[in-house]
């Protein structure tokens, strides 16, 4: 790829996928498709695998999108250590490695949470940062989504949810469990078990550990201590929420007052997959935002 050195950045159009290998030795899968001003996209999870191919291609005509899957993801290198200083210095090597100066780092769930302490650590090198159904910053959410997500499964649906749980599982029994725990994360029930079936077939495995321990790290953040760090970060936000996704909105209050450049977008009858309930909205409001970026 051929860049212009300096505050505009123009490249031919492009689609490449590849790997680069990290200080430490690991080896992390990546794509990159299009053209224009460099953005780049965290998978959820923690632990998951990157679902962000049909976000990126629509966005690929105005932007230069980045794709990649996070140690112990996917495609990329089981190995460790899951913290989010490590996924932070490796999202920083990825972009020393495309020869990027400044991006617009985005992530959708946990990947949102990602982007955001990415932009945090190195605001010098971020354009923007892209926040799509996130949690916010501080842990209250988390009853309030459990029992709304219940309560859009049935009787049956959580019964036989908590018996895959507790115990191993087949191949099929992974699709089914997967399927039943993201269910609830569609706004439209009557679609929700085809469209959470898509998204549980993948054939990577979730790394556990790495859910496991990168979720606990999560919960001994100080609120007050991000708040005092976002009131720093003057660099624009987009905050992408669905208004049916169980996660509650209200849980991204202190961040939405904490960022100075901030704007939120809560979106009508979209629940935790915008792209994939409401692509053309969810692409207009993130090409918005891109080209509002000085």
């Known amino acids: 790829m051929d860049f212009e ?22 080896r992390l899968w990546y794509a990159v498709e ?14 998951l695998w990157d679902n962000l191919g049909r976000l990126a291609t629509p966005l ?39 020869g990027v100066e400044r991006w617009v780092v985005g992530g959708h769930s946990w990947g949102a949470t990602l982007a955001l302490h990415a932009a945090l650590a190195s605001p010098m090198t971020t ?19 459990r029992a709304e997500a219940d309560r859009r499964r049935t009787s049956a649906e959580l019964n036989r949810l908590h018996e895959l749980k507790a115990r191993s599982r087949t191949p099929d029994e992974e699709v089914e469990f997967r399927t039943l725990s993201w269910m609830p994360d569609f706004a439209d029930q009557a679609e929700a078990l085809a469209l959470a079936t898509v998204e549980a077939r993948s054939s990577f495995p979730i790394n556990r550990e790495a859910n496991t321990t990168l979720n606990a790290e999560t919960g001994t953040w100080e609120e007050s201590d991000l708040v005092g760090r976002c009131h720093r970060l003057m660099v624009p936000a987009l905050i992408l929420h669905g208004d049916h996704d169980p996660r509650p909105s209200w849980a991204l209050s202190s961040l939405v007052d904490a960022l100075p450049r901030c704007q939120l977008a809560v979106m009508p009858d979209v629940g935790h997959l915008p792209w994939v309930e409401a692509p053309q909205a969810t692409t207009q409001l993130i090409d918005e935002f891109l080209a509002s970026i000085p």
Do not use: K, N
């Open 60 to 98: 690929a005509a105005h932007a230069l999108v980045v794709r990649w899957e996070q140690r112990g993801s996917g495609r990329s290198e089981m190995v460790g250590p899951y913290t989010i200083d490590r996924f932070v210095a490796d999202l920083d090597q990825l972009r020393r490695h495309l």
């Open 127 to 145: 354009r923007g940062l892209l926040y799509v159904s996130g949690v916010g910053i501080g842990r209250a959410w988390h009853v309030a989504y």
């Open 34 to 47: 299009g053209e224009g001003e460099p953005l780049v996209l965290c998978h959820g999870g923690p632990g």
């Open 5 to 26: 050195h300096g505050s505009i950045w123009l490249v031919a159009p492009t689609q490449e996928e590849g790997w680069f290998t990290t200080d430490d030795g690991a």
